[in-house]
């Protein structure tokens, strides 16, 4: 039988742990004690990560990358506006408005994540491409998580506002164009998007 008067207490500590593993950006195990204790952080709370955060990117010396960073703050408003979803967390498409280049499209799975199905863009090659996102993953504390590759193409921007995407990957063979497609255009809705 439990004893009524530690109750409150026990909360605090679960509560107390949950933020650590927040703050901690060890977002599974964050996850883990949402789904069992059914609690998720206050806004207040979040606020006062993201604010720390923002700071400590301001304070970088200028030319110092600030990718983490974004990376890691962008995570925690999409966890403060979504709750504990790991497929709101992490971004499904990462792709800059302009860029020409190689895209990869990944898969994540493992520990609690089902399958999250992401496009990634950002470098001269897709292998490296894939290992920034296994990077990112790590980084965002989903260590029972994988990364795996589905195939690469590229992508471009034309000055008429089409997205054009085109090509295979070396290293990992052709993408789904179709996936592609649908996940570049759930962040740019207003653009054309064809398929070479």
């Keep these: 039988m439990t004893n009524a008067s530690l109750l409150p207490?026990?909360?605090?500590?679960?509560?107390?742990?949950?933020?650590?593993?927040?703050?901690?950006?060890?977002?599974?195990?964050?996850?883990?004690?949402?789904?069992?204790?059914?609690?998720?952080?206050?806004?207040?709370?979040?606020?006062?990560?993201?604010?720390?955060?923002?700071?400590?990117?301001?304070?970088?010396?200028k030319?110092?990358?600030t990718h983490k960073l974004d990376t890691?703050?962008?995570?925690?408003?999409?966890?403060?506006?979504?709750?504990?979803?790991?497929?709101?967390?992490?971004?499904?498409?990462?792709?800059?408005?302009?860029?020409?280049?190689?895209?990869?499209?990944v898969a994540i799975m493992?520990?609690?994540?089902?399958?999250?199905?992401c496009l990634r863009s950002g470098d001269l090659w897709h292998r490296e491409i894939l290992q920034n996102t296994k990077n990112e993953i790590r980084d965002l504390g989903f260590s029972k998580s994988s990364v795996y590759e589905l195939g690469g193409a590229n992508v471009r921007f034309e000055t008429n506002k089409d997205i054009v995407i085109f090509g295979t990957s070396d290293d990992f063979g052709p993408c789904d164009k179709v996936c592609a497609s649908k996940l570049i255009q759930q962040v740019f809705k207003d653009r054309n998007i064809i398929v070479d």
């Design 9 to 61: 207490q026990n909360h605090a500590l679960i509560y107390k742990k949950l933020l650590a593993c927040v703050k901690a950006f060890e977002f599974e195990n964050a996850l883990k004690i949402c789904m069992q204790y059914h609690i998720i952080p206050s806004l207040a709370d979040m606020e006062r990560l993201i604010d720390d955060l923002v700071a400590q990117r301001e304070s970088r010396v």
């Design 72 to 105: 890691r703050i962008r995570a925690l408003k999409r966890f403060r506006d979504h709750g504990c979803d790991p497929g709101q967390i992490i971004e499904k498409t990462t792709l800059e408005q302009g860029y020409n280049g190689k895209i990869l499209i």
């Design 63 to 65: 030319g110092h990358p």
């Design 110 to 117: 493992g520990g609690v994540i089902d399958r999250l199905t």
